[in-house]
């Protein structure tokens, strides 16, 4: 689930160790598109999508604390397959997510003349890793159950660590987007959970507490058996 998701109901859940959907830098799938700058995006029209709660709620951040603008954010879709529909609504700015990002960076439309990749704007702001989602246990569910699913999750995990790039070659398949830039985007990922990555997440927690977004609360782990 979300990285959000999972701090806004933490009472309900239990984090898997060790698994994570993060980066360490740029992340290539979550992208802030633009046609001026975003320090001047006050009171503008930003497009994002409800979808994608951890990457809207740093990109409130990032234009709060790093950018210092406040634009109108407006409900759009984030993960749009056809990009040439993105003209079709009024905007200065829209956050684009999955392979519309990857598509759209690929193009480098000449409509937007200014791209910024959220994950590598935390780590310029941070000097942290930043985690997008995580795998949860429900507190209810029996310890054992749980270790034999995240031990096939990891398993799974580092199976696909290790075959990069037949899966970059199936997703190009699948999504039109360049092999290349599938092997690139997959490689620029980490799917750990690091104290690095565990630094970046509570970093991030205590700013959307302060922000009044999520309750505070401590990070919770299934227990080892």
Do not use: N
């Not at 070659?169 to 959970?193: K, R």
């Not at 565990?198 to 990070?219: K, S």
Request: proline content about 4%; some cysteine.
């Amino acid at each position: 689930m979300s990285a959000v998701e999972y701090a806004r109901d933490a009472e309900r859940y239990l984090l898997l160790p060790d698994l994570a959907i993060s980066c360490d830098g740029p992340v290539r799938s979550v992208m802030l598109f633009a046609k001026r700058p975003a320090e001047d995006l006050s009171g503008r029209r930003v497009l994002v999508s409800r979808s994608s709660m951890t990457s809207v709620a740093l990109l409130e951040l990032l234009f709060r604390h790093v950018w210092r603008s406040r634009p109108a954010f407006v409900a759009g879709d984030a993960e749009l397959s056809d990009v040439a529909r993105f003209a079709d609504e009024e905007h200065e700015a829209r956050l684009v997510i999955g392979d519309a990002a990857l598509l759209l960076t690929g193009r480098r439309d000449e409509s937007y003349p200014f791209a910024y990749d959220l994950g590598l704007e935390w780590k310029r702001w941070t000097g942290l890793p930043f985690v997008f989602a995580v795998w949860v246990a429900q507190r209810a569910t029996a310890a054992a159950q749980a270790l034999r699913v995240h031990a096939s999750l990891v398993a799974s995990r580092d199976w696909g660590v290790d075959h990069l790039e037949p899966l970059a070659a199936q997703a190009a398949a699948a999504t039109g987007v360049p092999q290349a830039s599938c092997l690139e985007y997959l490689s620029g990922l980490d799917y750990g959970l690091s104290y690095g990555h565990i630094a970046g997440l509570t970093e991030f927690y205590r700013r959307l507490v302060v922000a009044g977004q999520v309750p505070d609360g401590t990070l919770a782990f299934l227990p080892a058996a």
